[in-house]
């Protein structure tokens, strides 16, 4: 009989670092690769892989993901299946979510009522492809009460993330540190580190009782990877499941084993950069293992006018449904659904979400423009850093981020 599963997305982060595009919602809300949210990408991973049984458990801002995941997200009830938001009800006391591992603990009567073997707890803010039932079958195989899923990267980087450090069988974690300066490289790879990725898989009797003792700990951070993973470790009970081993169907050489944690502007910006390439180092268009979302009845995308300079066109873009390009050039960018370019206009190197409109003879260049701006025309974003960081966010690598709804001046 196969093993019964019970998926945890953890979907509370506030995403302080991606502020303004946070100010009206949660981290893992935010719209993403023109049609998607970052919620988007767990949730297809698990149900293409056929796990159907899923709680988001949600607390910052969460109104936007709570309808986003209602809507979108509907499973047959006929099977027992479903996708469902969790909030903080205060099941332990008048307090809110006081960290992951806290929000698991408050959550006993979701794993009491689907009284799984196994349970999966996924971040719900990254952008990769995985499937799941690989990571489980591994764990199952091992015996160990919890499973961490690295990543290899460089270990010049180590001091950027949190490392897992592994015995001589490459498999048992013997450390698990959070950006360590001394960090030890692999047994069979000296110059790379594992890096965590922020998916777990449990076996569920270790996870409650871990999780319990944790709550007891008035010290603790009540955090996934930085309270209950190490107890495991140091118990000896935790492997590692490397990342590379994973095998999605449809795959490239090119985008296979694409993982990134989009938890600051740039690299938010960065990853949108990755899917506009000839051959994407993310591709979204692998049919193999599609990404869901809601699809709203939009028409087309459509691109008008050529006469003279005023011909819309777009190159190495990505143009979502809705869009109208008019009489204007946009290159390098990643265009929502329902966005206007009005003639004209230059557009280089920009993400433009949802409702944004680009008024005549304006320029955007490397910017991150949120849902419904208003670009009037003549306008400049991009051009002068130094004048736009006086009206806007700027990023660490001089990209300019604009909030929802906010109208630009000319």
Known sequence: MAAKVLAIVLAGGEGK?????????????VPFGGMYRMVDFVLSNLANAGFLKIVVLTQYKSHSLDRHITKTW???TLLGNYVTPVPAQQRRGPWWFAGSADAIYQSFNLINDEQP???IVFGADHIYRMDPRQMVDDHIASGAAVTVAGIRQPLSMADQFGVIEVGEDGKRIRAFREKPTDAVGLPDAPDQIYASMGNYVFSTRALCEAVERDAADKTSKHDMGGSIIPMLVERGEANVYDFKDNEVPGSTDRDRGYWRDVGTLDSFYDAHMDLINVHPVFNLYNFDWPIYTDQPPYPPAKFVHQWGERVGRAVGSM???GAVISGSLVENSVVSPKVKVHSWAQVDGAVLMEGVEVGRHAV?????LDKNVFVPEGA???VDLEKDRQRYTVSDNGVVVIGKGQRVEP
């Open 319 to 321: 143009i979502s449904p």
């Open 380 to 382: 400049e974003i991009g």
């Open 17 to 29: 670092r991606l502020m303004p595009l946070t100010a009206d919602r949660a981290k893992p809300a």
């Open 117 to 119: 073997d196994y349970v």
């Open 74 to 76: 509907r499973m047959s």
């Open 364 to 368: 955007i260049r490397r910017a991150i």
